[in-house]
């Protein structure tokens, strides 16, 4: 049973597949990087239904924080390094460090404050390998809402009508309940 942050990183390590991901995203040395989002919800999720196969993610998001270069085009290149590692990979790339400007907040300080600000508690989870690496999990939000299948907005979506608008799409769009009957979503409005 996953109850704790460290059940959390021991279900990782466990996980041939996604260790490999780790590796690969450190090997192209971003600095402050995490792979986050539906890469741990869907880990945590599968397991805890008991599922046997992993459930397919559309992607594998790749975040860091560099402020020295916030070129797009960079993080295309950055894709591509980890797609001659992972070829079958769906990988998403995305420096924090310009991803205010396309979400039209302020700007966030590192890819933890980032995380905070996802849409949902439940996705607001990084993961990533430290110098000796060793799993460090990131849970901005907690993982209460992750381990009880509780989809709500993060307090950063709940604030305004434009950005719960946001999360009451997304909740349509993925339809996670379908997947994982166990899910129970908040809806704001």
Known sequence: ??????????????????????????????????????????????????????TPIPDIDVIYFDERNVEEA??????????????????????????????DIPPYTSSVDAMSKFPETATALGLKLDENNNVVLAAPCGIHDVLNFEVKPSPFFAETKKRTAVYEGRITKKNWKAIWNKVKVSHLL
């Open 74 to 103: 960079e993080e295309k290149k950055l894709e591509d390094k980890l797609i001659v590692i992972h070829p079958n990979v769906p990988w998403s790339v995305k420096n924090e460090a310009r991803m205010h400007v396309k979400n």
């Open 1 to 54: 049973m996953i109850k704790t942050e460290t059940d959390i990183i021991q279900l990782v390590k466990e996980d041939k597949w996604m260790m490999d991901i780790l590796y690969s995203a450190q090997s192209i040395n971003l600095p402050d990087w995490w792979v986050c989002a539906g890469f741990v919800r869907s880990k945590i999720w599968d397991t805890l239904h008991g599922f046997t196969v992993r």
